[in-house]
Structure formats: C-alpha cells, structure tokens
C-alpha cells in the first residue's frame, strides 16, 4: 500500500512556541491530505484539509490562525501550531486516500510543557 | 454533518471469546469503512461495505452493512490479543475523500 510518513513522531515543547509536523506522501502524490487530532482514548477529529495550492479547509471550531497549514508539494503538507499552550498537547495524525483508501502517518505526539 | 455512534465505547474480554461492535446512524451512507489503530500509530484500512446487507470475512472478522445502509457491525470470532486497538468506522466521502470517524470501539483482549 501507499506510505505517508510524518515527522517528528514525538516533540516536546515550550508554552508560547510554534512547532511544525510535516506529513509527506512517499510515492505516490497527494493533491489533498487531512489532518487529525486525537486524545486520549478518544477517536480521531477532523481538523482540516489541506490542498496543494490552494488554502486549506478547516472543520467548524478549529482556529485556522491556531494551526496553519500549508501543502505546498504534491507530496508535503505540514501543520504548524503556533503558540502553543498545554491544552494543544495532543496526538496529531495526517492522511492521504488512493483510491478508496485512507493511509495515515504514523502520528506526531505533541506535548506542550 | 453525519453523526455516527459507535457501541461499545469499551470492551475487555478474554482471549477465545467472539464479540460484535456496532456503528450506528440515522443518515444512509453510499458506503461505510472500519479502520483499527493500535496504540501510537496511524489507523489501517480493515474493509470497505458498499451494498446494502454485504457481508464480508477478513480472517476471523466479519463485517455486514445493514441492509438500508445506515448501520453496519464487526464480528470477532475467537477473539486473540493481536485484536486489541480502537475500531474505528466512518462513511467514505465520495466527493472529498475526508472521513469523519465514530466515536470508536477500544477493545482489549487479554491473554
């Protein structure tokens, strides 16, 4: 199957900072990508859709100046959360379909300390 | 926006033990897919329904589409500790591709 690789898999980071998740296509080439978020024990929630080209598109109550995204290659969307406080700590999944399958990243932990 | 509910949120059984999870909706989908995510990792594509009362075998899961397409199960037979994860369902977006998982069946089995 399709691969779609994330990175980092684990970040640690200071209240008030920003930090970037990148999510890429390996060999196949995405014009769209969804990002998720996931926490504890929960299933996973659509944030956005990222489009190549074109502005993403964000589900009702998420903060688009919160997480930026940007896909800027057919093969690369990075999310950015941008001043980041504890209660953004979350785990933070991306995914690209082929077909009629969804092949996800294999999931950014974020912790904000 | 497609609301699906998944049941049981929880469950933890013995290993040998056969088991069902329901995903449940008011809307009808075109078709409807199950994902499992271990823990840590991204979900994987267990199977896609497309037709009204399909059932298809994956090993010792089975998966029926209810017959109006608004609901669809997963049945484990015996019931091994390499089952335990988060079953995810959710209805395949046609147009865009995005899905919008349910709330998610966390199954356990113990050894």
């Known amino acids: 199957g399709a691969v779609v690789s994330q990175h980092p898999s684990r970040v640690i980071c200071k209240s008030g900072t920003s930090v970037k998740i990148e999510c890429r296509s390996l060999?196949?080439?995405?014009?769209?990508m969804f990002w998720y978020r996931q926490f504890p024990k929960q299933s996973l929630m659509l944030m956005a859709t990222s489009n190549e080209g074109s502005k993403a598109t964000y589900e009702q109550g998420v903060e688009k100046d919160k997480f930026l995204i940007n896909h800027a290659s057919l093969t690369l969307s990075t999310l950015t959360v941008t001043s980041a406080h504890p209660e953004d700590s979350s785990f933070y999944i991306c995914?690209?379909?082929?077909?009629?399958?969804?092949?996800f990243g294999q999931g950014t932990r974020l912790t904000v300390v | 926006t497609q609301l699906l509910e998944q049941s049981p949120q929880f469950l933890s059984i013995q290993e040998g033990e056969n088991l069902t999870v329901y995903c449940n909706s008011s809307s009808v989908f075109s078709s409807l897919q199950w994902y499992r995510q271990e823990p840590g990792e991204g979900p994987v594509l267990l199977v896609t329904?497309?037709?009204?009362?399909e059932v298809k075998k994956l090993k010792r899961l089975t998966f029926q589409f209810g017959d109006a397409r608004k609901d669809s199960s997963l049945h484990i037979t015996a019931a091994q500790p390499g089952d335990t994860g988060l079953y995810l369902c959710?209805?395949?977006?046609?147009?865009?591709?995005?899905?919008?998982f349910g709330q998610g069946t966390t199954l356990q089995v113990k050894p």
């Open positions: 959710a209805p395949r977006s046609s147009n865009t591709g995005k899905l919008i």
């Open positions: 060999d196949f080439q995405a014009t769209t």
């Open positions: 329904v497309v037709t009204g009362g």
């Open positions: 995914s690209a379909t082929v077909g009629v399958e969804a092949f």
